[in-house]
Each structure stands twice: as structure tokens, then as C-alpha cells.
């Protein structure tokens, strides 16, 4: 445990000191960044309305007011102080913040029902008696969790997982790095090539102005990918472990735990549960059909999780008063994110009141543009995942990046659709080996495992992973894939 006080030493700042700290180096960027202006067109997205998007070619250089330095310096304090508020009441911030609010209220009578720990503790039960399901159970699981978080941005909820497979893993002869990664990289996997994410896809093609969950078919293409290469690297893991367990990097640290057994894996499945769980696979089934067939977006998918949420209360036998009190906890949970959502909104709001914003498009636009839009993608890939160092939350990265890079797409020729799945994957991949992420660290904790051991393990299956990203990026500007 020589690591240990390395790792206790080290103090991530915490995501709202950081946007704070942006939202200053914002106001002070309006004093150093030349102030300028594109055109305005305003176009018909289907399924999202009307959107205005920059016109290429149009930007001009704007002039600087008058006022002396005293003016300039009470104006941009203001700017600073004004730009958390701003950014919760301006129309493209606020729907995103009720709807990630309501929607983590539901996600929380679900998992306050039980069904879900009930269903995975009968399924390892099982695998524990058939040498079938002994071989696939890692890949079973790691797709469960992966679905998990391509469809509803399953990412905190692994969380209390570990206590499960990490005491499973050792018991089947593998290591606490498997039983961490079970959960915690298939969701992860599933969160980073999401399909129907609220969380990531679908706030930034709403901020983009993309189609809500549009381009689907290339993004499953894409996740069963990256869920087999997340599987196959740790079934390679887990394999070469339990032929010689003095090959995991926690083979010491492991042996102090094994002779802890297993958590009481028989919990009863009744049939409460299953309702529940009938319940939760219908209501994503109308979310599916209403996207697809009804063009729903924000406020219609929000409703939908509200009445699922009543629904699945009701059935997994909650009462009126735990429906609400699990709800409201679920509100309670996702109050950080939906700050986050509002801080890193206000930063934009500032640059935009600097006149700065197409300052900085132009800019990029010239950088990358005669590059090619091939070349445009990958460097978006690359943008976004230096940022997911220092804003780790999906929805607030999104929030703070699609602004920029959604416009900046269309000055590259790169499509809208392109610069979202960039997006998604820069601040997908890099959230299971940064310090910042807070699930990751929690994941470790819970794990015993060391920081820095997890960081040596796992670098190789980021290098597969942003290889597969490339690719994927490639792919999709030759393609047109929009």
C-alpha cells in the first residue's frame, strides 16, 4: 500500500471551483480576445424546430466601447457574479436542468424498488452453479452495464455494484481489478458509445440542434464495438489471473480480502420486481417509439420518466410517501449536476456578452479548416477529452463545449452529428482512468483499489478505445453521417 499517501495527498478540485475559476478566466479573456461578430441564419431541423447556425465566411471585427478601466473592471465583476443566475434562467439551459432533475427522480423510485440489485443477485446466484454461465458471465455482465449506460447514462449507480463482483471476482479465482471493472468499465463502455443517453447524446444534440437520438444505427454499430473490446480486455485480464494470480497488479492487496467470502448473494426476486422491471422495459420501449415516431424531445421524455416513476412506485409497493421521498432523494442527487449545467452555461454567456465566442470559432475554423474535416473530427475528439480532464460531468461538458463546437462544425464541414459523436466519446473514454471522476475514484475506493495501479492497468485498453474512436470518427465523415 505504498501508493496510499500519494493518493491521500492528492485533492481533486472539485468541478463547480473549476467552472467558477473558467467563468473568471472568461471575463478575463473579453479583455484580450479581440471582440467580433459572424451572421446569423436561421434553419428548420426536423424533429427539433427552427435553429440558428452561423453563416461560413461572414465574420467581422467588431470595436471596443470607450469606457475607461473602472468601467471595464465593475462591468466584467458583474458579468462574473451575474453569470451562475443567468446561466439556470437562459432558455437553452433551463429545460436541460428540469429535465436532468426529473428524470434522476425517476432513476431513483427504480433503484429504491430493489428490482434491480434483486435481479443481478439471482443471475450470479445462478452463474455460480453452470460452468456456461461461469464463461459468460463477464461479458453478460459488462453488456448489462453497458446498456445501462448507453440508454439511461448509468454512471453513479455502479457504484455500490462493487460490493458485489468484487467479492465474486475473488471467489472465481480472478482479482479485485475485474470485480471493480465489471460494472464500473461496462458502463462506462455503454456511456461513451450511448445511443439514447439523456444525459450526454441527448442534451448535445438538443444544444446542437440535432434531431433528438437521431443517427441511432451508427452509434449501436459503434457500442457493440467498443463493448466488446471493453470485454474482451478484461476477460483477457481475468483469465491470465486465475491461471496465476501473482500476475494481478493487486495480487497482494487482494490476498488480505479473500478470506472475507462472498456478500449473501440469495436475495428473493419476487414477482414485485419483475413488474418493476416489466414496467421500467415498457416505458423505454414508448421513449423509443415516441423519439422515433413522434419526434418527442425534452419535455415529452421528461413527462414520460415522471409518470414511469409514479408507475414504478406504485408497483414496487413504495406508497405514496416513499415514491416521493426516493423521487425527491433522486432530485437531491442530481442537484450537483444540474449547477453544473447552469455554471458552465454562464461561462458561454459571458464570452457571449464579451463578443468573444466568434472570435474564438473563428479561430478554431482557421486552425482546423485546412486540415480537412477529417482531420477537424479527430482534433474535436481530442478537445473534448483534454476538457472531460477538468469538467468530468457529461452534461456540463456538453453544455460548456456544443456552444462552440456545434457552430465550429459547420464552419470545418464536419456535420453537427459528427462534432456530438466527438463529443460523446471524448468525454466517454477518458472517465475510466481520470482522477477527477468521482465514480471512478468512489469505484477504487470501494475496491481497494490504488489510483495509480488502476491507471498503469487500464491505459492499454484506453489506447484500444481511442483508436477505435478514430476510426469511428473517420468512418463518419466518409459517410456523411448525419
Known sequence: MADAPTLSRFRAPDTTLILAGIIVFAAVLTWIV?????????????????????????????????????????????????????????????????????????FAVLTETGAVDAALRRVVSAAERSPTLDVL???????????????????????????????????????????????????????????????TVGVAQGISGVALFSGAGFRIVLWVIVTAVVAGFVMWHARRVRRDPARSPVHAIDAAQKGKGLVELESGFTATHGAVLLAFAAGIGVLVAGVLLAQWYIVEIAALFVGLGVVMGAVGGLGGNGTARAFMMGVRDLAPTAVIIGLARGILIVLEDGHVVDTILDALASGLGGAGATLAACAMFGIQTAINFFVPSGSGQAALTMPL?????????????????????????????????????????????????????????????????LVALVIAVGIGYA
Request: aromatic share 10%; charged share 15%.
Open 137 to 199: 458471465l463477464i461479458p453478460l455482465f459488462i453488456a448489462i452495464f453497458s446498456l445501462g449506460g448507453a440508454v439511461f447514462g448509468m454512471s453513479e449507480e455502479t457504484i455500490p455494484f462493487v460490493l458485489i463482483f468484487v467479492p465474486l471476482a475473488l471467489a472465481l479465482g480472478y482479482d479485485s481489478l475485474t470485480g471493480a471493472a465489471i460494472p464500473f468499465l461496462g458502463s462506462a463502455a455503454g456511456f461513451a458509445s450511448a445511443f439514447f443517453n439523456p444525459f
Open 34 to 106: 479581440p471582440p467580433g461578430e459572424y451572421a446569423r441564419a436561421e434553419i428548420e431541423v426536423e424533429g427539433v424546430g427552427t435553429r440558428e447556425v452561423v453563416v461560413p465566411g461572414s465574420y467581422e471585427r467588431m470595436e471596443r466601447g470607450d469606457e475607461g478601466v473602472v468601467s471595464r473592471l465593475l462591468h466584467s465583476a458583474a458579468m462574473v457574479l451575474q453569470a451562475p443566475i443567468r446561466g439556470f434562467v437562459d432558455e437553452d439551459a433551463a429545460p436541460i436542468i428540469a429535465f436532468v432533475l426529473l428524470v434522476g427522480g425517476a
Open 405 to 469: 463546437m456545434a457552430p465550429l462544425a459547420d464552419l470545418v464541414g464536419v456535420s453537427r452529428q459528427t462534432a456530438v459523436l466527438a463529443f460523446q466519446m471524448g468525454d466517454g473514454f477518458t472517465n475510466m482512468i481520470i482522477p477527477t471522476s468521482a465514480v471512478l475514484m468512489g469505484v477504487l475506493s470501494l475496491a481497494k483499489v490504488p489510483w495509480p495501479t488502476w491507471a498503469k492497468w487500464v491505459l492499454p485498453l484506453q489506447l484500444l478505445l481511442v483508436t477505435v474512436g
